[in-house]
């Protein structure tokens, strides 16, 4: 009896791993397929069967142009399916469409005088449906849609806690949001997702053990052990920042550091710019702000001794003139300071993170349907 229960369900582990590992080395052998997942090459050669069999992944002629035997040379079919991301930061909606090989197809970025949580399911579908009329796909082609917002996400009911800016208690986002797409739908706080977008396509490709600490109209961090996000029991790692601290580094502490300096600005980015140009006020206020972002990461990089932090953030990403000097902070108060680097993706790294998260989710639940059962033969 568990020989035979257990068959079916290590079918699909062998499926999925496989997907994964063509879908990220594309083009691909299957004598690499073999020597990357470990497997024997007779499984390999059943599940890549099944998968061709299923029109997951096809055969392709040899990259460096080398005869080889037929059927030796794989990548996965980009059409297959449809994964749609969605960033809900505080004055844009960021959401793109992307295939199964993760390739952009349609992206668009909305500016929004700030949503309430009643209208986010609307104004979620109308730019899904957007993106699919640029990109010529049909609805019923989306296989997985992913959601960052800026709250803490419960990781057993999905439900949002303190829904930034509007703090909302308890808002049952999901739900909302599969009635106005009318699909499933997976949330997660946004600085999570920028911290898994790094690890796909930015400056944690090759890290492990790193943070993500976004610097905005709050402070969050993402954190990334042993190559696995952590989130904690309720969700809430990573809530770094409180309202109300006066020594953080979020955008209201900072203008209020500039006022009393007598900056007369309206924004974080005006005292960065005001520095930039030689303001000695903005300068020493810039100055404090790095001492206070070092303040954030002394003790994530002591107790969890990370390789890497990136900074991000619209806070964050206009740090680049005080690397250093977070950089000595850092030396002087931690015994291993781990590297400091400034965010490459931009204003894209929780959308990046949400269409990871899909397109991991689209490809297992691509070969649950069609190689699980009640699947058809």
């Known amino acids: 009896m568990t020989q035979s229960a257990s068959a079916p369900l290590l079918r699909l582990m062998n499926a999925q791993t496989v997907l994964e590992t063509v879908r990220r080395l594309r083009p691909v052998t299957r004598a690499e397929v073999a020597r990357v997942t470990g497997m024997a090459k007779p499984t390999v050669s059943n599940v890549l069967q099944d998968l061709l069999d299923v029109g997951l992944v096809r055969e392709v002629e040899p990259a460096d142009g080398r005869p080889r035997r037929r059927g030796n040379t794989f990548e996965t079919i980009p059409e297959a399916a449809f994964v749609f991301g969605l960033d809900v930061g505080g004055l844009h909606l960021r959401g793109a469409l992307v295939d199964l090989d993760g390739e952009v197809r349609a992206q668009e970025a909305v500016r929004h005088a700030g949503l309430d949580s009643a209208e986010l399911p609307q104004a979620a579908a109308e730019l899904r449906d957007r993106l699919l009329d640029k990109a010529g796909v049909a609805a019923m082609q989306l296989e997985a849609a992913v959601v960052g917002v800026p709250g803490v996400v419960n990781p057993d009911n999905g439900r949002v806690w303190r829904l930034n800016p509007q703090r909302v208690e308890s808002y049952q986002i999901v739900e909302s949001l599969e009635a106005s797409l009318g699909h499933p739908v997976r949330v997660e706080n946004d600085v999570n997702l920028a911290a898994i977008g790094e690890q796909w396509r930015g400056l944690a490709a090759d890290c492990d053990d790193f943070v993500f600490l976004s610097i905005g109209t709050g402070v969050g961090a993402g954190l990334v052990l ?96 005080v690397v250093d000097d977070i950089r000595s902070h850092l030396r002087d108060r931690v015994h291993y300071p781990p590297r400091l680097e400034i965010s490459a993706l931009g204003d894209t790294s929780v959308l990046t993170g949400a269409l990871a998260v899909g397109v991991r989710d689209c490809a297992a639940r691509l070969v649950s349907s069609r190689l699980g059962p009640g699947a058809a033969d």
């Open 226 to 321: 042993r190559g696995e996000l952590y989130r904690g029991r309720h969700g809430a790692a990573g809530e770094v920042d409180m309202p109300g601290d006066t020594e953080s580094p979020a955008a209201h502490a900072l203008q209020t550091l500039a006022q009393r300096h007598g900056l007369a600005v309206s924004s974080p980015e005006e005292i960065f710019t005001a520095a930039e140009a030689g303001d000695a006020a903005a300068q020493a206020v810039v100055g404090e702000e790095a001492r206070r972002i070092a303040e954030y990461l002394i003790p994530i990089a002591r107790i969890n001794d990370v390789e890497l932090v990136v900074l991000g953030g619209g806070i964050g990403v206009r740090c680049q003139d």
